[in-house]
């Protein structure tokens, strides 16, 4: 059966990661164009994300206590890591097993996923968007877009919308056991194909793991769409502070 979901789904979360990391560029790009002080810039970027941040660690405390894995600290204060990254929160837990350690590292992406579907889907009603973007109708696609506004308290969920969605993804300390994990299920999955087991699997598994994929595609697509509105906005801020200040940031 076509996994048309898993395609769907690399595209979107490709297409995310890239938005994600380019308007987080050029918004501290701005800040410190204006402010001239990487403390300042960092500041002004952790309370920018400060609600995607909180709820980004809050899910790993929260998940990590309900599997009873002990976290000895909790920071919501920003850092610069040694690599040049900035981390603008985290959640020490105790090293165990890898599906613990797994299930903590994805939390927020599950529960950040969860806050942009409800806001984008029943708040903001973006659905239409994403359909008529998959059916190539960019009519019915700005015609959406045109309405977005009207939508109650509109500034507020897309604000909440957009740090959210720009925090939601699992960093790279989160995904510490993934591989591990994914090795483990990969050599279950070929045990049970030498079993026989294949075909049960191809009519029984694929179907949901199908509809999984294409319903988390939804989310990333319409995150992307958000990151995507604010692209030209952040470049249009961007050479304006530059041209005005007569500083820039490549």
Same mark, same amino acid.
């Given at each position: 059966?076509? *996994?048309?979901?898993?395609?769907?789904?690399?595209?979107?979360?490709?297409?995310?990661?890239?938005?994600?990391?380019?308007?987080?560029?050029?918004?501290?790009?701005?800040?410190?164009?204006?402010?001239?002080?990487?403390? $300042?810039?960092?500041?002004?970027?952790?309370?920018?994300? *400060?609600?995607?941040?909180?709820?980004?660690?809050?899910?790993?405390?929260?998940?990590?206590?309900?599997?009873?894995?002990?976290?000895?600290?909790?920071?919501?204060?920003?850092?610069?890591?040694? =690599?040049?990254? !900035?981390?603008?929160?985290?959640?020490?837990?105790?090293?165990?097993?890898?599906?613990?350690?797994?299930?903590?590292?994805?939390?927020?992406?599950?529960?950040?996923?969860?806050?942009?579907?409800?806001?984008?889907?029943?708040?903001?009603? !973006?659905?239409? !968007? /994403?359909?008529?973007?998959?059916?190539?109708?960019?009519?019915?696609? /700005?015609?959406?877009?045109?309405?977005?506004?009207?939508?109650?308290?509109?500034?507020?969920?897309?604000?909440? %919308?957009?740090?959210?969605?720009?925090?939601? %993804?699992?960093?790279?300390?989160?995904?510490?056991?993934?591989?591990?994990?994914?090795?483990?299920?990969?050599? *279950?999955?070929?045990?049970?194909?030498?079993?026989?087991?294949?075909?049960?699997?191809?009519? =029984?598994?694929?179907?949901?793991? =199908?509809? $999984?994929?294409?319903?988390?595609?939804?989310?990333?697509?319409?995150?992307?769409?958000?990151?995507?509105? %604010?692209?030209?906005?952040? !470049?249009?801020?961007?050479?304006?502070?530059?041209?005005?200040?007569?500083?820039?940031?490549?």
């Amino acid at each position: 059966m076509e *996994l048309s979901g898993l395609l769907w789904f690399t595209v979107t979360l490709v297409l995310l990661m890239l938005l994600q990391r380019f308007l987080h560029r050029e918004i501290q790009a701005v800040f410190l164009i204006l402010s001239r002080s990487p403390e $300042f810039t960092i500041a002004l970027f952790s309370l920018l994300f *400060l609600p995607g941040v909180l709820l980004h660690e809050l899910s790993h405390y929260l998940v990590a206590i309900v599997l009873g894995v002990p976290t000895p600290r909790f920071s919501l204060i920003p850092q610069v890591l040694p =690599n040049g990254k !900035l981390q603008l929160g985290y959640v020490e837990t105790a090293r165990t097993d890898i599906v613990r350690d797994s299930l903590i590292g994805a939390a927020p992406l599950i529960v950040g996923g969860l806050v942009v579907a409800f806001v984008a889907l029943t708040r903001l009603s !973006l659905l239409p !968007l /994403w359909d008529a973007l998959r059916a190539g109708q960019v009519g019915a696609f /700005w015609a959406a877009a045109a309405v977005l506004p009207q939508a109650s308290d509109f500034p507020l969920w897309f604000y909440l %919308l957009f740090t959210i969605s720009s925090t939601m %993804l699992p960093s790279q300390s989160d995904r510490h056991a993934w591989l591990p994990l994914g090795l483990v299920i990969v050599v *279950l999955l070929g045990l049970a194909i030498l079993a026989g087991a294949g075909p049960w699997m191809l009519s =029984n598994l694929t179907p949901p793991l =199908n509809a $999984f994929l294409s319903a988390t595609s939804v989310i990333f697509g319409l995150s992307a769409i958000v990151h995507a509105a %604010l692209t030209i906005p952040s !470049l249009g801020l961007h050479a304006l502070s530059a041209r005005l200040t007569g500083v820039d940031i490549v």
